[in-house]
């Protein structure tokens, strides 16, 4: 199925200004068809404007469809009856006289052009399911009068406001709660969803005849923490306002849409949605975040201390094998607190390991090199690591780039070129030297190297592969890992 855009540029002759402005539209009419009951269908002109195609539906929420079927992308050609060319041409909002069937169905049928200027550039069309129309009641009324009013700012783009950007996943909807505010800020109509969200906030009286900034002012003595900017008052009268009000007692979040007859305000139709389960819900997670966060911390501190006494003892041990037994202890240890600092810092569960190699590669080589020039670089990325891989990896990291500072190099100056990368969810790294080469006997498999076999250990635990082979043309090793990340 075509996308309303595709739609326009295939068929009319719409400029760019005009194709926003009815984008904008489809993106806010659903508050017009929850309180029409209707369905609704954009029709734009083709450049031969005897014919409309169907550009965008809408569906309501608040009642039942009087269109079983998507209509996006058909066409209506050459119909001198059509409630749609008839409203193209005349530039009036138009409606049938009765209960037109539709496979069946009773349905009632406007049609509303979008005038821009002295020209209509589309037409909305609402069919109202008259088999599912709901008794009349305060409800209903207050609907249908505030469908009427948007009705005729939609055929003088008054709706929706310039510059109104909603949130798809935030915005109430009219279902959620509803308030009809007169032009003096007095409420007249509340729905029981709305009076159900402002007694949550601990507002004891009904709301109908109140005046809705005196509510709003009563809130601010409970909010749950003090507001040092001054707030947008919510009933501007030529803007959208959206915010949230929050109290010890609840939360809700309110979006007020101005109402305009003729050129005369009208008053505003307020949404309102109770979103105080999930503003607990999110503090909850932020105190859990947190938590984590600062557990991260503080093993990173633990281990940073027992680095600090392993890195004591080691200098003070009197046996050389005792103190080089220590050292490399105290850096596998520092290798696990820099994974631990870098998730001590953020909320993600996974790690940036580029920064955590980097300060690896600097620390093996400020121990491991004191007599000679060595440099490091790195080529490619780590990309994101997941935390339960980013320390078994900083260990494996760690004891290869010492191998082939310690081993390769030795005491001689020479070049350590790590490579790194991602593909279809596999990490390879390259760990390459230009210093000596394998002894002609050296096997993997066989050997009695503490660094090599935690390698060895640590990769298999993480389902990797790991080998150590001569450099190209002999010179050197190079040391590759691979670790599925999936």
């Avoid at 003090?226 to 707030?231: I, N, S, T, Y």
């Avoid at 520092?334 to 870098?342: D, F, G, K, P, S």
């Avoid at 500072?405 to 990368?421: F, M």
């Amino acid at each position: 199925m075509l996308s309303m855009t595709e739609v326009i540029a295939t068929h009319t002759a719409l400029s760019d200004d005009d194709t926003a402005w009815l984008v904008g539209l489809v993106d806010q009419w659903g508050m017009l068809s929850d309180l029409a009951f209707s369905d609704l269908i954009l029709w734009v002109p083709d450049e031969d404007d005897n014919v409309f195609w169907a550009a965008a539906q809408c569906r309501p929420t608040t009642g039942p469809t009087a269109l079983e079927d998507d209509v996006v992308g058909e066409e209506i050609a050459y119909d001198p009856e059509s409630l749609v060319i008839e409203a193209y041409l005349s530039q009036e909002i138009c409606a049938t006289s009765g209960n037109k069937l539709h496979a069946g169905i009773p349905v009632d049928v406007h049609a509303v052009p979008i005038l821009r200027g002295e020209r209509a550039i589309g037409v909305v069309e609402l069919h109202t399911n008259r088999m599912g129309v709901r008794a009349p009641g305060a409800l209903e009324d207050a609907y249908l009068e505030t469908a009427t009013l948007l009705m005729r700012m939609v055929s003088v783009c008054q709706f929706p406001t310039p510059g109104d950007t909603p949130v798809p996943w935030g915005t109430p909807r009219v279902g959620d709660g509803s308030l009809l505010i007169n032009p003096d800020g007095v409420v007249t109509f509340a729905s029981p969803n709305a009076m159900s969200a402002f007694r949550r906030l601990g507002w004891g009286g009904d709301l109908l005849g109140d005046r809705l900034s005196a509510i709003l002012t009563s809130f601010r003595q409970g909010r749950r923490e003090p507001v040092e900017e001054v707030a947008s008052p919510l009933l501007a009268p030529q803007r959208v306002r959206e915010t949230e009000l929050e109290t010890l007692a609840g939360a809700i979040r309110v979006r007020s849409q101005p109402l305009w007859s003729e050129e005369e305000p009208a008053g505003w139709f307020v949404t309102c949605r109770d979103v105080t389960d999930l503003r607990t819900r999110e503090r909850e997670l932020v105190t859990k975040d947190a938590t984590i966060r600062e557990i991260h911390h503080r093993v990173k501190n633990n281990l940073q201390t027992v680095a600090a006494l392993l890195r004591l003892q080691a200098r003070r041990s009197s046996s050389e094998e005792a103190s080089h037994a220590l050292a490399d202890a105290q850096k596998r240890v520092a290798a696990i607190a820099v994974v631990h600092e870098i998730l001590s810092q953020g909320f993600d569960t996974s790690v940036s390991f580029d920064e955590v190699a980097d300060r690896l590669m600097t620390m093996v080589r400020d121990v491991a090199t004191t007599r000679t020039k060595v440099t490091m670089s790195r080529i490619g990325s780590f990309g994101n690591i997941p935390a339960d891989v980013a320390t078994n990896l900083s260990l494996v990291f760690t004891e290869v780039v010492q191998n082939a500072l310690e081993h390769g190099l030795g005491d001689r100056p020479g070049h350590v070129v790590v490579t790194a990368g991602q593909a279809d969810s596999m990490l390879s790294v390259e760990v390459r030297n230009d210093g000596a080469s394998l002894p002609p006997d050296f096997e993997l498999a066989s050997t009695r190297s503490l660094g090599l076999s935690i390698v060895i250990t640590l990769v298999a635990d993480l389902h990797g592969t790991f080998e150590i082979e001569p450099g190209p043309g002999g010179e050197g090793t190079t040391a590759r890992i691979e670790i599925p990340l999936d």
